[in-house]
């Protein structure tokens, strides 16, 4: 079959979808039962990775996606976005709106048209509900399994397909068959979709066969080392050719406003310098800075890896040379203010803070809240962690330090209930109960006591899942040590 005649046919088959996407599918999942997955789904991936929560990097992949949700018609679900730690090429979205991406993939990229092409893509697919339309309502398959059969697909947790599943949804659902990965057909119509959606929004399509490029040649440099990228979204070779064609019968739009690249280039040198590979991180700024020694953001990247190996007047030096190209960058201000407070040069530390106020910065707010704390001037710093976490709702270091502050206000109540915060965010059920319950007693507002009351109940659920999900792995670890024994003993 020629390209011509395949990719009509994928074309078509895309177009009657199409007409599809925004009626209401028959499948037996509600949108309730859907949000009741995206919970589940998310405890299983924080399970199994690191989700990145620094802001510089959240705030931005969420801005683009935000870009791109903007020319998308009205959804059910409230979108977010989400970088997780990992170096492998994937990306997917989950139930209810969950879009995840890999700082490995993000690495590789070299333009926001990039990011935005796998976005767009991840966006089409939670638009057509293409994970929810493949879940069938079972007897004997609960929704929380279903999540996590759907979190091993996606994930590539020990592989893709079935294996994969079973990986993280134990043996409550051995043996039951479950196919939740995308099809062709998937494929085809989340990129018709997503290539609509991309270019509306003011982005090269280009960027998005650039990135499947990358992805491919990486599986052609190490056939072992294959993007899960390839194993949960399938034909990217067919895919490369479509969005091609596409590109071609579809004129660019004009007078498309211009985007800044400087904000991309920052956010992937910060990405690569703070969570990359260490080893190929230096060597990548090392080699860079040797070609481009007077460009401020490998100055500012080079300066990141002096200060993660603890070389912070190497740092400072590098960024005070940065400095001269871009006097009033607050994000370079920001890092020099921070090297001054960990040194402890607190007064050094709030004049260069002093610097960014007014930037989009919450790291720069966060540090310069902390001078406050330290020169003990409690009202100003506790106002700053206050518009911080209001904005900021996942920023847990944040929680942390207003917790501190409270308590040194003598407000024991707040300072609990931060700290009960905090710990929710880093996983620490336990120790984020033992919060909850002290500013349950300690708290003088209603709103808070609700507020912490409602806490309560949700990790109460939580604790709950996870005692039983361990009481069920003992009971199998016990299971598989006694057949192994029988079997032992029989020969």
Known sequence: MNYFKKYSVIIIAAIISMQMIFLQPAFAITLGEEDEMSREFMRVVLRHYEVIRDP???????EIGNKILAVVPQQPFKYRFYVIKEDTYNAFSAPAGQIF??????????????LAGILSHEIAHSVCRHISQKIERSGKIGLATLAGVAAGILMGIG???????????????????VSLAYSREDEAQADQLGMKFLTDAGYNADGLIVILKKIRARQWFDSKDIPTY????????????????WIQT??????????????FRRTTTWLLATYGNENKAKKTFEAQIIENPNEPLLQYGYALMLEREGKRKDAVSYLKKALEKRTFDPYLLKELGKIYFL???YAEALKTLEGTIGSDDPEAQFYLARCYLEANRLDEAISMLEQLTDIKQ????????????????????????CLGIYYKLKGDIKTALFHF????????????????????????????KEDKEKEEREKEEREKERKKSGSGTRS
């Open 437 to 464: 319950n002290r500013a349950a007693k300690l708290s003088d507002s209603p709103f808070r006591k609700q507020r912490t009351e409602d806490m309560l109940k949700d990790l109460k659920k939580d604790k709950d």
């Open 343 to 345: 040194n402890g040069q």
């Open 230 to 245: 390839l194993l949960t979204h399938p034909a990217v070779e067919n895919r490369i050719a479509y969005i091609d064609s």
């Open 56 to 62: 510089i990097i959240s705030d931005y992949v969420n």
């Open 394 to 417: 996942e920023y847990a270091d944040a929680y942390y330090f207003l917790g501190e502050a409270y308590g040194k206000a003598d407000k024991q109540g707040d300072s609990h209930y």
């Open 250 to 263: 579809h004129p660019k739009p004009k007078n498309i406003p211009a985007y800044d690249p400087y904000n």
């Open 159 to 177: 592989g893709a397909g079935s294996a994969a599943g079973a990986v993280v949804m134990g043996s409550a659902a051995a043996g039951q068959s």
């Open 101 to 114: 991406i890999n700082s490995g993939l993000i690495e590789a990229m070299e333009s926001e048209d990039e």
